[in-house]
């Protein structure tokens, strides 16, 4: 029941067995600490619930991560050389912070935060497996003309002096790897990249962030952002570009590897729930490194 069902209840559970005919016949009544001790003999623990939308395992997404890798696959196999650049926009403001803390028992844990917490600040980023290699701070969303000073600033940034305005098999081409938004498809977008041929883009299938590895890069410089303790804007402004300072090309290239993890799945079709693989450690021997594990089992 609870592998066919995570959100249920110990309640329902019992309801359940008292209501079944079949495999609990002979039991007429059980208590819900017995099913409780039960479940946690199985391993079976309370933990937080991921919601998956409804599309997430559609056909129609699961043909289009397929697509994708092959996409990123054939790109790999060209013989004009290529890096993967992915882009994509986040808003922070200083209202947010860690929600979560340490304190004796019986006492709140407490931060002191600014009354108020501004407008939005929102950052667009682009990582490859060398690092960071743009990031542009903006009051406000992001938009159109926003997007065009951001990969004009990127291509001065990705493409060395002597290069530009080169073409050829020869010179690396740059993948621009990012969502289909409206606004990462217009015609201005398009026409961009029309007259910047070494620049090209591909679209992410639709509810499949675990393809793309600036996600983690996101996440791991929101903590770095939360340790500046930014008391007002102009403070976050300058907490936001240090963030991205602290992250390495070695971070982003284990990020780029951990996100081509699912590649055999997509490529295979599966079904894909979480962000992360679903089973951390599928048997308990596993959860200890080698040797351990290999006397555990002996």
């Given at each position: 029941?609870?592998?066919?069902?995570?959100?249920?209840?110990?309640?329902?559970?019992?309801?359940?067995?008292?209501?079944?005919?079949?495999?609990?016949?002979?039991?007429?009544?059980?208590?819900?600490?017995?099913?409780?001790?039960?479940?946690?003999?199985?391993?079976?623990?309370?933990?937080?619930?991921?919601?998956?939308?409804?599309?997430?395992?559609?056909?129609?997404?699961?043909?289009?991560?397929?697509?994708?890798?092959?996409?990123?696959?054939?790109?790999?196999?060209?013989?004009?050389p290529h890096i993967l650049v992915f882009v994509d926009e986040v808003g922070f403001n200083?209202?947010?912070?860690?929600?979560?803390?340490?304190?004796?028992?019986?006492?709140?844990?407490?931060?002191?935060?600014?009354?108020?917490?501004?407008?939005?600040?929102?950052?667009?980023?682009?990582?490859?497996?060398?690092?960071?290699?743009?990031?542009?701070?903006?009051?406000?969303?992001?938009?159109?003309?926003?997007?065009?000073?951001?990969?004009?600033?990127?291509?001065?940034?990705?493409?060395?002096?002597?290069?530009?305005?080169?073409?050829?098999?020869?010179?690396?081409?740059?993948?621009?790897?990012?969502?289909?938004?409206?606004?990462?498809?217009?015609?201005?977008?398009?026409?961009?990249?029309?007259?910047?041929?070494?620049?090209?883009?591909?679209?992410?299938?639709?509810?499949?962030?675990?393809?793309?590895?600036?996600?983690?890069?996101?996440?791991?410089?929101?903590?770095?952002?939360?340790?500046?303790?930014a008391q007002d804007q102009r403070s976050l402004l300058h907490a936001m570009d240090a963030?991205?300072?602290?992250?390495?090309?070695?971070?982003?290239?284990?990020?780029?590897?951990?996100?081509?993890?699912?590649?055999?799945?997509?490529?295979?079709?599966?079904?894909?729930?979480?962000?992360?693989?679903?089973?951390?450690?599928?048997?308990?021997?596993?959860?200890?490194?080698?040797?351990?594990?290999?006397?555990?089992?002996?």
């Amino acid at each position: 029941m609870v592998m066919a069902n995570n959100a249920i209840t110990l309640r329902q559970i019992r309801a359940a067995i008292l209501q079944d005919n079949a495999i609990f016949q002979n039991v007429n009544s059980i208590s819900i600490s017995t099913i409780d001790r039960t479940l946690k003999k199985h391993q079976m623990t309370m933990k937080q619930i991921y919601r998956v939308p409804f599309e997430r395992n559609s056909d129609r997404v699961k043909e289009l991560r397929y697509q994708y890798v092959h996409r990123i696959m054939a790109l790999e196999g060209n013989e004009t050389p290529h890096i993967l650049v992915f882009v994509d926009e986040v808003g922070f403001n200083l209202a947010k912070g860690r929600r979560r803390g340490r304190n004796i028992i019986g006492h709140w844990a407490t931060v002191d935060v600014p009354g108020q917490g501004g407008g939005n600040i929102t950052m667009c980023a682009a990582i490859s497996e060398n690092g960071v290699a743009t990031h542009i701070l903006s009051l406000g969303p992001y938009n159109t003309e926003k997007l065009l000073i951001f990969l004009d600033h990127l291509h001065f940034d990705l493409i060395p002096e002597n290069e530009r305005g080169l073409v050829g098999p020869h010179l690396p081409q740059y993948v621009i790897v990012w969502d289909n938004v409206n606004f990462h498809r217009g015609p201005l977008i398009r026409a961009w990249f029309t007259t910047h041929p070494r620049m090209v883009m591909v679209f992410l299938p639709p509810y499949s962030p675990f393809l793309n590895p600036i996600e983690e890069f996101f996440s791991a410089w929101r903590w770095r952002v939360y340790e500046h303790r930014a008391q007002d804007q102009r403070s976050l402004l300058h907490a936001m570009d240090a963030a991205c300072e602290d992250i390495t090309g070695d971070h982003c290239k284990g990020w780029l590897r951990h996100s081509r993890h699912f590649f055999p799945r997509c490529i295979a079709r599966e079904n894909i729930r979480c962000d992360v693989d679903e089973n951390l450690w599928p048997h308990r021997l596993q959860r200890v490194d080698g040797q351990e594990g290999e006397d555990g089992g002996q």
